[in-house]
Each structure stands twice: as structure tokens, then as C-alpha cells.
Nanobody, 119 residues
Framework: HVQLVESGGGSVQTGGSLRLACTAS???????MGWFRQAPGDQREGVAVIDGDGATSYAESVKGRFTISQDKGKNTLYLQMNNLKVEDTAMYYC???????????????WGQGTQVTVS
């Protein structure tokens, strides 16, 4: 049984930072995990993903500002978000169990989401 639980969302001013965490259980360590987001009225989009070897991929809009990482010992995925912008406001979802490192569909499991609001 796979469970993904996000934390770390909140409200921050433009230029501020937040770190999201996703505690995972039941996921396969050789599969890809990542973070997607969805703003009101928009489609979900891939933000950052990581594979079992630590290779990463980022959306162009967050490159240089966001960093994805994982602590396998703690079964936790992180997203460090710096220099936040108003357009980063969205619900952020932890995703897991994709075969390929991709920012598109293919993730079989999704968390409930954590809200990030930048003003």
C-alpha cells in the first residue's frame, strides 16, 4: 500500500523560500518520484522529478530556483523552493512510481497536496 504525505506548504512573500517534504511508504526505490502543481483554473504541471539514481529534471519556470532531493533513509522527498514568485502559487502534489524520468503523466500515485501561496 503506497502512501504519500506532503507537508511544508504555507504563505510566503515574493522572494521568500519554502521547503516541501513528502513522506513516502510502500514506494519502489528504483522508480521516479517528484512534485507536480496545479493552480486554480490551470492544468496540473510537472515541477521537478528525480529517479532512483538521483538524476533530476525541472520545469523551465523553476530552474535555478527549486531543488528536488531525497533522503532514502528517511523515505522522504523534498522540494526546496527559493526566490518564490506569485506565479508559483498552487497546490503542490507529491507523486511516485513512474518508470521514466519525466514531467508528464506516468506517476501512479499522488499525495493529497499542500498549498503554497506567494503574495
Amino acid at each position: 500500500h503506497v502512501q504519500l504525505v506532503e507537508s511544508g506548504g504555507g504563505s510566503v512573500q515574493t522572494g521568500g523560500s519554502l521547503r516541501l517534504a513528502c513522506t513516502a511508504s510502500g514506494v519502489r526505490s528504483n522508480r521516479c518520484m517528484g512534485w507536480f502543481r496545479q493552480a486554480p483554473g490551470d492544468q496540473r504541471e510537472g515541477v521537478a522529478v528525480i529517479d532512483g539514481d538521483g538524476a533530476t529534471s525541472y520545469a523551465e519556470s523553476v530552474k535555478g530556483r527549486f531543488t528536488i532531493s531525497q533522503d532514502k533513509g528517511k523515505n522522504t522527498l523534498y522540494l526546496q523552493m527559493n526566490n518564490l514568485k506569485v506565479e508559483d502559487t498552487a497546490m503542490y502534489y507529491c507523486v511516485a512510481d513512474a518508470v521514466n524520468l519525466q514531467l508528464a503523466r506516468g506517476y501512479n500515485y499522488w499525495g493529497q497536496g499542500t498549498q503554497v501561496t506567494v503574495s
